[in-house]
């Protein structure tokens, strides 16, 4: 009588068959299913066709829903920590200088995670952590990390279009905003209370051009630029909803 080999590993003897493909697997190959067992490659087919559960705004929902926005929260921690502790040069590398911005595109981004003053980055870190996980349970993780760090970017842009050239901007202010933004705009579709959101941008206007060295372009642009990427989610949700229904 031959022995029965495992299909993947055929110096070892096959204890069982896969429930899927019917070839026989040994011990280490055996993939516990709803039923018996399954080889690893009809195990992976299986999870692969297991459809995803989505939240309400079309993303990819997970375990933990707010670990973009804590990841976000220990990067801003840790620059500060770096430019306070760090050589002065630090801080002027990572810095919106609209002249310097053609050259260096880096500034771009890194300036949406650097601060230096403890109230500055209290005020938008506190922000970020209110806003972040609502926002990250409704987009997914994927689309709430694409809506902040376009929205910081949007803010850049826009500092670096409208500002002084040889201005240095800094702070995560921008994408705040753009999830400010974002927020008032999902709120409204879907007829929510957005009177504290108005308030927070109304104020936050004001303050803008009252307090010296505020960067109303950054706040501006990252507001515009949230507002839009949350109207096109909307609509992207909107149609595959019509999708589903036509199915």
Known sequence: MTETVCYRHPDRPAGVRCQRCDRPICPSCMNS?????????????????????????GG???GNQS????VLLALNVLVFIAVRTGSPQLVNDLVMVPVLAEHEPWRLLTSAFT??????????????????PPLEQMLGRLRFT????????????????????????????????GLVGALLVIHRARGQDITW???????TAFLSFVI???????HLGGFVVGAAIAWIYLQLAKHNRRDKQKA
């Open 197 to 203: 959101i108005i308030m927070y941008v109304g104020v």
């Open 115 to 132: 601060h230096l003053q403890i109230f500055h980055i209290f005020s938008n870190l506190f922000m970020l952590w209110q806003l972040g």
């Open 60 to 62: 990819i929902q997970r």
């Open 146 to 177: 694409v809506l902040y760090l376009l929205s910081a970017l949007g803010g850049s842009v826009a500092v670096w279009i409208l500002s002084s050239p040889g201005g240095a901007t800094l702070g995560a202010s921008g994408a705040v905003l």
């Open 212 to 218: 010296p060295n505020v960067s109303w372009e950054g």
């Open 33 to 57: 299913a709803a039923v018996g067992f399954q080889c690893p490659s009809c195990f992976t087919e299986g999870v692969r066709s297991v459809p995803r559960t989505r939240t309400s705004l």
């Open 67 to 70: 670990i973009v926005t804590y």
